[in-house]
């Protein structure tokens, strides 16, 4: 027996790629130097390449191995022929006596470490050449949970050895140019974790998605986490903000979102070692990881990134019987790491057809095609090239026809499955776990699948308009004048955080609200005496978990979405503008209609800071007050400002701060501003009354233009009329800029004319405004204009 056949974990590190393959050499490298910082790794050992090279010669297999594959190379054999034929050869191999004893000892050592007579063990592949930061392997070699017992592990361990040669790995390695008789294959013996009676998943520390790398994405199923990667269950996803992950006060979960998670894998007895089950109703309902848990996990995920110096993919479990958690697997992220940084690719997707399906969007791209529906692998011939693939779900069998397809739709998975995974490195988008492409999608059928929408990927009818544009972001100049952007809806806030934008000038909580928690805030509050059955039923089906206070779905929804815009954009300030909808829409929210007077003209009713006091929603804005106060206090995020809109009067901005201390939120505690929309002519006429009792103002230049005017915004008859460069408007904005500045206050405009009208943003520069906050795919253009017009008024002084 040579010692160099089996080592355990602690003996290897990540230098010994080449000894013990990607897979094991990480897992060694943790258990030295990361257990010591509170990461839990399973323990095991792992055969080297040395007792793979080993195996074949005993059984002179190196020069059939070769033969097989250069007949593949020759076109004297099919892909299917030549892999069928090479694990054949391996599989009715013996092991060499010194070997086997080898991989024997070191299980019965790991037993008596463990304390069990038969200890239960997963078995992994680890090519030696796997998980290099331009190459991914994941799926490609085997895995056998729950092998008990030195005969059922040999076996799987030569199962594994085969397993290099599946037709994928093989395709794999002649597409990537590795040379197969190079190649070894390093098994890792591991402690399994009882995940089967817990949970487990997988666990990114970059946005997988945008590569905002300012996250931690975690997904998380019942039972053994092989039905994540398989893309067999939806799982539950959460979001951790990192850079707060180091305040112990803070709970910096930004997002998390219930999966189905229909089925699960336990073991089982007898052949099969493990089975899949249907969850209970119970499990469905739950989350998998408590707060804590979430956290934790987290922390694991940036100390595994800091000491590889990469964004990661890590596989983590959870212990059913101890309650422990667990990394059992980790390597480079190969797909958001590598990506430039330089250009920012969008699209638009206009002229949509009917929605016909939507489930989690991989990738932000857009694309049109015809349906080829395969349910089977079996099946995978008749796929056309160029087509929309919609399938259950994929495993790497699948790989040959993903590469032909223009998108893939799939029924079941999330973020981390293997039709996520594989469409990322292809660049192909992808609409994942939609629960009914298959049923609704039929053969041929003209489809656009748009990922380019936010979090959210849809199937819609026909063949929409799709307009593709790059922004060089290293294009833009510096400015005295600071560019924000406007943002409303949280699903899409990652997509921009490359732009080096100042902040977010306008973050629209009625669009949260009505996209995120779709219930009015005072259904909520008085759920108990709705007198909407239908209304009550589909607010308890949403609000499952929270029976317990309803109102509390309404402050972590809000405040989590409100998290996902400030994320992007801290530590610049994030401007959040209180509920803004009109009685009209409020309305419109699920139990709204009880709760809301009929206007005439919903414009100059019913809105803003009026409401705020008001008996009708007075408990409705004390929510979006402890939004705020978790947002800021126990997310993290203080630089958030508030701002109140339509403030008709200074007694009215009196009564809204006063509502705002009752429920916690006082201007000048904690850091925390409150800033006005300047979109009346009273709040220019009385501008420094108002800048005696707020921070700031934001100039809302369709609501001012329209009530300057006299002109409905919304009419088209008079449209023409309607001109944010007509002289009155600028006067009134020329005129708050300076009562604002006298009075020690800072103003910016969020309206579009700046994003549309070069000139207008040349005005606000003219006119010394301090911010303009425009739409992510205007950034650009008025950034320029701005630069320009202050490098015409004498040069530019820098951010």
Not at 495 to 506: K, Y
Not at 589 to 603: C, K, R, V, W
Not at 785 to 797: L, Y
């Amino acid at each position: 027996m040579t010692v160099s056949q089996v080592v355990w974990f602690e003996e290897v590190a990540r230098r010994d790629v080449g000894r013990v393959g990607g897979k094991n050499a990480s897992l060694g490298e943790m258990t030295q130097a990361l257990t010591g910082k509170g990461v839990r790794v399973p323990g095991g050992f792992a055969t080297t390449a040395d007792a793979y090279w080993a195996f074949l010669d005993a059984n002179g297999l190196r020069e059939p191995l070769a033969a097989a594959l250069a007949d593949l190379e020759s076109g004297k054999a099919s892909l299917a022929q030549t892999g069928e034929a090479l694990r054949r050869m391996i599989l009715r191999a013996d092991w060499p006596p010194a070997t086997a004893e080898a991989v024997r000892g070191a299980y019965r050592e790991l037993c008596r470490r463990a304390d069990r007579e038969l200890v239960d063990v997963a078995v992994r592949s680890s090519a030696t050449a796997e998980d290099l930061p331009d190459a991914s392997f994941a799926g490609q070699q085997e895995t056998f949970l729950n092998v008990r017992g030195e005969k059922a592990l040999l076996a799987a361990c030569r199962r594994c050895f085969a397993s290099l040669f599946t037709d994928r790995a093989i395709a794999y390695r002649r597409a990537r140019g590795f040379d197969h008789m190079k190649v070894a294959l390093s098994v890792g013996v591991q402690r399994m974790v009882r995940s089967d009676i817990g949970g487990s998943g997988v666990m990114f520390s970059i946005d997988t998605e945008t590569g905002f790398d300012k996250v931690v994405l975690i997904n998380a199923a019942w039972g053994l986490g092989e039905t994540v990667v398989q893309g067999q269950v939806d799982p539950d996803e959460y979001a951790v903000f990192k850079p707060f992950l180091a305040d112990a006060r803070l709970t910096p979960i930004i997002e998390k979102r219930r999966g189905g998670k229909a089925r699960k894998m336990i073991y089982a007895e007898g052949e099969a070692t493990t089975r899949t089950t249907p969850t209970s109703r119970a499990e469905q309902e739950a989350l998998v990881l408590s707060d804590g848990e979430i956290l934790q996990l987290a922390r694991w995920a940036c100390v595994i990134e800091d000491h590889y110096g990469c964004p990661m993919d890590m596989e983590w479990a959870k212990d059913g019987s101890s309650g422990e958690l667990f990394i059992v697997q980790a390597r480079p992220e190969t797909v958001q790491s590598r990506r430039g940084a330089g250009m920012l690719r969008t699209y638009d997707v206009k002229a949509k057809g009917a929605r016909l399906a939507a489930g989690l969007a991989i990738g932000e791209a857009a694309v049109s095609g015809e349906v080829c529906l395969i349910e089977s692998a079996k099946d995978i011939e008749r796929f056309v090239d160029g087509a929309v693939l919609v399938t259950g779900s994929t495993d790497p069998d699948w790989v040959p026809i993903m590469k032909r397809a223009a998108a893939i739709v799939t029924d079941h998975g999330g973020r981390t499955s293997h039709a996520a995974i594989v469409s990322r490195e292809l660049g192909l988008p992808a609409v994942v776990g939609t629960g009914e492409a298959t049923r609704v999608l039929h053969e041929g059928q003209v489809v656009t699948v748009s990922c380019a929408e936010g979090d959210e990927g849809f199937v819609y009818e026909g063949r929409a308009q799709i307009e593709a544009r790059e922004l060089d972001l290293a294009a833009a100049p510096s400015t005295r004048t600071k560019v924000m952007l406007n943002m409303a809806n949280p699903a899409a806030a990652a997509r921009w955080w490359r732009i080096p934008a100042d902040g977010v000038g306008l973050a629209r909580m009625e669009f949260v609200i009505g996209s995120h928690i779709k219930v009015h805030p005072m259904a909520l509050v008085r759920y108990a005496t709705l007198k909407d059955e239908a209304a009550r039923a589909e607010i308890a089906e949403l609000t499952k978990g929270y029976e317990a206070d309803r109102t509390a779905f309404f402050v972590e929804r809000l405040a989590a979405g409100l998290a996902q815009i400030a994320a992007t954009a801290h530590p610049n300030p994030v401007i959040v503008r209180m509920s803004d909808f009109k009685t009209n829409e409020y309305a419109g929210l699920l139990g709204g209609a009880e709760f809301e007077p009929q206007e005439e003209n919903p414009m100059l009713g019913f809105r803003g800071a009026s409401r705020y006091y008001s008996e009708r929603y007075r408990e409705g804005f004390a929510l979006e007050c402890a939004a705020i106060r978790r947002l800021r206090e126990e997310i993290g995020f203080s630089n958030v400002v508030v701002m109140i809109p339509f403030c008709r009067s200074p007694a009215e901005a009196d009564r809204v701060l006063a509502e705002m201390a009752k429920n916690g939120l006082r201007r000048g505690e904690a850091g925390l501003q409150v800033y006005v929309m300047c979109e009346i002519p009273s709040n220019v006429i009385l501008a420094r009354a108002f800048a005696a009792r707020f921070d700031g103002f934001s100039i809302g230049s369709n609501d001012l233009t329209q009530l300057t005017l006299g002109v409905d915004r919304d009419s088209g008859d008079l449209a023409e009329l309607f001109d944010e460069e007509d002289g009155a408007v600028k006067w009134m904005i020329a005129r708050v800029i300076a009562e604002a500045h006298a009075a020690g206050a800072k103003v910016g405009l969020c309206g579009q004319a700046p994003s549309d009208r070069p000139r207008f943003a040349e005005f606000l520069v003219d006119c010394g405004i301090d911010s303009i906050s425009v739409s992510p795919d205007s950034f650009l253009a008025v950034k320029a204009s701005v630069a320009a017009r202050e490098a015409a008024e004498g040069g530019t002084a820098a951010r």
